[in-house]
């Protein structure tokens, strides 16, 4: 409007008079005087919170400008506008934004209120959900926002370092799972814990799941919050919640994202002439003569093994969304396709996904459902060729001149398998089709009483086809057979019915929240299996199989049924009670223990609300301390019919005098019909705070979780008649500990960021195991005793190289006799030379051997820890992770094979044995055939397993909404780029120290582990 007028005047100007010029001109001057005074006009105010206490760090911004302020020190601020009449946006760290009218030379008293969605936030627990701020039980809350930064093919990858308590370790293969622990180890089985997807209960893998259409994720750790899932959640519980349509007009979510992958270590090895040389000094100190002299005029061949089995791998993953509803139903359609083709010759994993969810409310009905379909194809790695690419020697080519794959000659006596050769002789993929449905109805029948029914089904059918071409891969490999070809088939069903009935109720500053519930589920498994050899060559059907078909095929099936319940109450808001029950019942249980009942309590005190903590509230806002005591039962180690004995087939006696073998069936193993549940008995005390306005928040916890019953298998004589072993509940093993987790976020202007850490410490001790030990892992390196860990290393302990030969004779063992009292001195390793290594005589009796084995360290870590760092700075947003292992050990199989040095293998670069003109410490002479330098139950190769990795570095950036709203299509769009594994820091000498895999007894034995893969990706991220 002032624009106007000047323009106005300005055209009137030129036809008034001479002697009115002047004066008009004096108006003007004013007019725009006036008119500047309003357009940078200023406002002032004071900033306090609900108490009336100044807030500083205010920001105030001039909505659609980029001018801002904070507030000093007593709330105050001043902020020059622009205009005469202007919208101020006022947001602080954990309060509510607001946006406030103001006119130019106005003086504002403005009062902030507390952000309380946080605390309001509802969390999925077992058959519910309840307030975050009113859990009492042990749940970690997954930040999924940050959590799908990873961009991980599968759920244990994405939840790796997200949640105190949590162990995650992962493998580079494509289409493999995590193995994941919560709060160590409770079982002797390798069980892990239970995954409840919209409520229904899951038994397969986790690769055919999208971690794209995860809307929430919570982990219940503790008795209280996994009692109402019973037998099955005593290993913990992963509850997650996938994405629903929302109220609005129909949005399409697109996006897109395509990865590089790497090998991010590799293990520098020697090139020919360097080995020919160590080789050389193997068979001279042992000797021999050298069977590798190259001929006159003979071409080294010098094979880089990593770099003809390594290549760059990359993914592909793309997501499209189709969501919309209103009050009174919401829909959500999601397809996705991933792809990652593996980073070593042979592997990938192909994942097609479809999900559709629905929900529809109709007066006091609500009726819904949740579907996904997926269907997988993959193709695993044959055997375990990382060990075989250092081990094989760099003279030996991927494949001679006649076209065979190269492998170990009467030159070069290597056993290492051709690593190239065995992938490509091998044509094994798995093939995977999986239906996960549900199905549910809710009913109002009285304003705070409901009922629910849910129906669930989960199908799961595969075909797994393993070709294999006999072609010779290793040295002196003879095969009975030109090819061969197996089929396995089967499929697994389980139907789940659930009922639920709560109750809420309020009654001035009481609160009630009450559950009860019935379950039911049946099981079935069917699997098939069939190999053929001497197939027709181009015909890869078994029928085309000419000699030696074996077949074999099982049906397995349980049931179990459930009585729930569960009560909340509160009051006010200050003193919170939980108690739970669940009353199982299985099939695979015998009549006389087939019923569990399994109770828990829980307590929780917010403190921050009693009057006495008044004084404290300028720095803590809310303060809850939390405790829970409870039992939870768990049936997962055992089979369907472990509780019987069975009859076996194909079984037979020679009998009458032509001596003929009679095929029959007999009865095998023994039965144990007094199988009972294990069990596990969890203490857990708990803090939860928030301070400085929100901006300082976190939890600690301390637990003790103890598991009887565990059923273990104890041998039994041979007497006895069968060489099955039955299960038997013998076993307990405690876990105890303490979880960290802490954060801060600030918000200046228009930079804000989040910073928060979780630590967990875990300590674990076996207390009954049915036998005085159990040994485990490669060459039987692991042990488990009562008053230990599982699984810890226990090895000979080395002490040094002899450097001399009077080193070798002054390790001697002297003996008293009793009677003569004459000393016999003998040397403790009689065949030692200089150059070898000195092993430790712990039992004192002169000799060395598995008698002297120690105690050394535990695979298991003292601690882990998470640490994430985020920020946002206008349209850039910033995400960083890492993750840390500490105080662990590992077997490194791969170390022991490339230097014990008594046979063909190639070695490390820059390995210097033992010679006299070089006297090493640390590496002995390399000397072929048998020797002490080759003991493998020794510590020279347990190694420390800690690590520092930078797990995810995100940048990303979204496009400025005014720009967005010209297309009048576009909602929002991010461009992002980041990278996986960038760095790891360890002393670790093999190819990376996170180790997946192995049996419970047997943990962090390297024996080839696909490490981790380094990955480099881009993507977008469109909503239209």
């Given amino acids: 409007m002032f624009k106007n007028m000047q323009m106005y005047f300005r055209k009137r100007l030129l036809a008034i008079p001479c002697q009115l010029s002047g004066f008009i001109l004096i108006l003007l001057i004013l007019q725009s005087s006036l008119l500047n005074a309003q357009t940078t006009g200023q406002v002032n105010g004071l900033i306090s919170d609900q108490n009336g206490e100044p807030l500083i760090g205010v920001n105030v911004m001039v909505e659609g400008t980029t001018r801002g302020t904070i507030t000093d020190i007593d709330g105050k601020f001043n902020i020059e506008t622009g205009s005469a009449k202007s919208t101020l946006v006022i947001t602080y760290l954990g309060y509510n934004t607001q946006k406030i009218e103001a006119k130019a030379g ?61 162990s995650v370790s992962t493998s580079g293969e494509p289409g493999s799972g995590a193995d994941i622990r919560i709060r160590g180890v409770g079982s002797f089985s390798n069980v892990g ?46 509850i997650i919640t996938t994405k629903k349509g929302k109220d609005g007009a129909p949005k399409i979510d697109l996006s897109v994202n395509y990865g590089s992958q790497q090998i991010a270590n590799r293990i520098d090895m020697m090139n020919s002439l360097e080995f020919l040389r160590i080789n050389r000094q193997g068979y001279e ?154 199905i549910y109805a809710e009913v109002a029948i009285l304003k705070n009483l409901k009922f629910k029914t849910n129906l669930g089904l989960e199908y799961h059918a595969w075909n797994d086809r393993e070709k294999t071409t006999f072609e ?48 039911a589920q049946e099981t079935q498994w069917k699997q098939m299996s069939s190999t053929v050899h001497d197939l027709v060559p ?22 179990m049924t459930s009585i729930l319940g569960r009560v909340n109450y509160a009051y006010d808001d200050k003193y919170l009670i939980q108690a739970n029950v669940r009353r199982d019942g299985s099939s695979r249980f015998g009549k006389n223990y087939r019923y569990g009942v399994f109770p828990s309590a829980s307590l929780g005190w917010r403190i921050s609300q009693e009057k006495f903590f008044d004084g404290a509230k300028e720095y803590i806002d809310d303060l809850k301390i939390r405790g829970s005591y409870g039992t939870i039962g768990d049936q997962q180690t055992i089979g369907d019919y472990d509780y019987s004995t069975y009859i076996s087939v194909g079984e037979g006696s020679i009998l009458g005098s032509d001596q003929v073998l009679n095929v029959g069936a007999i009865q095998k193993g023994r039965a144990n019909p007094n199988l009972r549940w294990e069990s596990k008995t969890t203490l857990n005390l708990g803090l939860d705070f928030t301070a400085l306005q929100n901006k300082l928040y976190g939890s600690f916890e301390y637990f003790s979780a103890t598991s009887k019953d565990i059923l273990v298998k104890l041998p039994v004589a ?13 076993g307990s093993v405690n876990n105890r500990g303490i979880e960290l987790s802490v954060g801060y976020r600030e918000q200046k202007k228009e930079f804000k960021y989040n910073v928060g850490l979780n630590l967990t410490k875990i300590e674990n001790e076996v207390l009954a195991l049915g036998q005085s030990y159990r040994e485990g892992g490669t060459n039987g390196v692991n042990r488990s005793e009562e008053g230990r860990s599982v699984g810890d290393f226990y090895v000979v302990r080395t002490n040094g190289i002899f450097q001399s030969w009077d080193e070798v004779y002054a390790h001697t063992f002297t003996t008293t006799d009793p009677v003569t009292n004459a000393e016999t001195t003998t040397m403790i390793q009689p065949n030692a030379k200089p150059g070898d290594i000195r092993y430790k005589d712990s039992n004192n009796d002169g000799m060395i051997n598995k008698d002297d084995r120690e105690f050394v360290g535990s695979p298991f870590p003292d601690y882990e820890l998470g640490l994430q760092f985020s920020c946002e700075y206008k349209n850039f947003d910033l995400s960083m992770f890492l993750t840390g292992v500490f105080g662990n050990q590992i077997f490194n199989n791969t170390k022991y094979w490339l230097e014990r040095m008594d046979e063909t293998a190639n070695l490390p670069a820059g390995l210097k044995p033992w010679t006299e003109q070089n006297p090493s410490t640390t590496t002995p002479r390399a000397v072929m055939g048998p020797n002490d330098n080759t003991l493998s139950y020794s510590d020279r190769w347990i190694e420390n397993g800690d690590y520092v990795r930078l797990k995810n570095l995100q940048l990303g950036y979204n496009f400025p909404k005014e720009l967005l709203q010209a297309t009048k299509a576009i909602q929002s769009c991010r461009l992002f780029a ?36 380094r990955s480099f990706n881009a993507g977008v991220q469109i909503s239209f």
């Fill in 106 to 166: 106005a003086t504002l008293k403005i009062t902030m209120t507390e952000d309380t969605r946080e605390l309001d936030e509802l969390v999925v627990v077992g058959y519910g959900t309840q307030r975050k701020k009113d859990l009492t039980g042990a749940v970690g809350v997954v930040d999924t926002k940050e959590m799908k930064k990873l961009q991980s093919p599968n759920i244990g990858q994405a939840l790796q370092g997200q949640v105190s308590g949590v």
């Fill in 978 to 1013: 980041g990278v996986q594994n960038l760095f790891t820091i360890t002393n670790y000498s093999g190819f990376d120290p996170e180790i997946s895999g192995g049996d419970i007894f047997g943990k962090g034995n390297d024996n080839g582990h696909f490490p981790p893969v």
């Fill in 193 to 238: 814990p239970l995954y409840v997807v919209d409520g229904m209960i899951l038994n397969g893998s986790q690769r055919e799941f999208n971690v794209n259409d995860i809307e929430s994720m919570q982990v219940l750790k503790d008795a209280s919050a996994t009692a109402l899932y019973g037998a099955r959640g005593a290993n913990g519980v992963i």
């Fill in 472 to 519: 010779q891969v290793r040295y002196l490999e003879v095969s009975n057979y030109e090819n061969s070809m197996t089929e396995r088939r089967g499929d697994f069903s389980t139907l789940i019915l659930e009922n639920t009935l709560t109750y809420n109720k309020t009654i001035g500053k009481h609160t009630f929240d009450v559950l009860a519930g019935y379950t």
């Fill in 538 to 559: 181009g015909f890869w059907v078994l029928s085309a199989g000419k000699t030696d078909m074996v077949m074999s095929g099982n049906d397995s099936e349980n049931a």
């Fill in 718 to 730: 041979w007497t006895d008649g069968t060489d099955i072993t039955p299960w038997t509940n013998f």
């Fill in 285 to 438: 100190n042992a000797g021999m003569s050298w069977p590798g002299e190259p001929t006159q005029g003979q071409v080294l061949v010098n094979t880089d093994w990593q770099d003809e089995f390594f290549k760059t791998g990359n993914t592909q993953d793309y997501n499209l969304t189709i969501s919309g509803g209103n009050k009174d139903a919401n829909y959500l359609i999601s397809g996705n396709v991933f792809s990652q083709d593996g980073v070593v010759k042979g592997p990938y994993h192909d994942r097609y996904t479809f999900r559709v969810n629905t929900e529809m409310k109709k007066g006091i009905f609500t009726f819904g459902e949740n579907l996904l379909y997926s269907r997988t194809q993959t193709k695993p790695m044959i055997g375990s060729p990382f060990i075989d690419l250092c081990r094989l020697p760099p003279i030996i080519p991927v494949k001679d001149d006649n076209g065979k794959w190269g492998t170990g000659s009467s030159s070069y006596q290597t056993y290492g398998t051709n690593p190239v050769g065995l992938q490509q002789t091998r044509d094994f993929l798995q093939n995977s089709n999986r239906l996960i449905a549900n």
